[in-house]
């Protein structure tokens, strides 16, 4: 599902990307490949010890569902020359995530985005930006 990125303007949203929900099976894997086993993110009882509802999702994960979003919309068109985000609340496993993305300049073949992961409340709580070189993009300065 790559964007036609010839035809992108300051202030649209891009195609959401399902990105959740992340199961307890995914959180485990995640915690294994990671190295980060720190059991609020792994065992209920402790997470709640700690005053939290139960376990939450690792925010690099989160992060990462976002990063696989912005693969998903360059495909084969270019590549991510920055991304930042910010851990802004708690993601609960099982929670619905949708990647959402909105234009916010474009500068010859850089575009930028604002992103977030969207559980559908509107709390967006994983949210950054990213800076695209996308290849299909012509040069168009009088664009931002």
Do not use: C, K
Not at 19 to 39: F, H, I, M
Not at 59 to 65: I, N
Not at 71 to 99: C, D, K, N, Y
Not at 135 to 144: F, I, L, M, R
């Amino acid at each position: 599902m790559s964007v036609d990125w010839a035809g992108v303007e300051v202030g649209q949203e891009l195609p959401p990307v399902e990105a959740g929900p992340v199961s307890r099976e995914q959180l485990a894997a995640y915690a294994e490949a990671s190295g980060d086993r720190n059991p609020i993110h792994l065992d209920e009882s402790v997470a709640r010890a700690f005053g939290l509802d139960g376990v939450i999702i690792h925010g690099m994960l989160g992060m990462g569902l976002l990063g696989a979003a912005l693969g998903r919309w360059l495909g084969p068109a270019g590549w991510v020359r920055s991304f930042e985000v910010r851990f802004a609340r708690m993601i609960r496993p099982g929670q619905p995530l949708t990647a959402r993305a909105r234009v916010t300049a474009r500068r010859g073949s850089q575009v930028e985005l604002e992103v977030w992961l969207d559980p559908g409340d509107g709390s967006r709580p994983t949210r950054g930006r990213a800076t695209l070189e996308v290849e299909a993009v012509e040069a168009d300065p009088g664009t931002s």
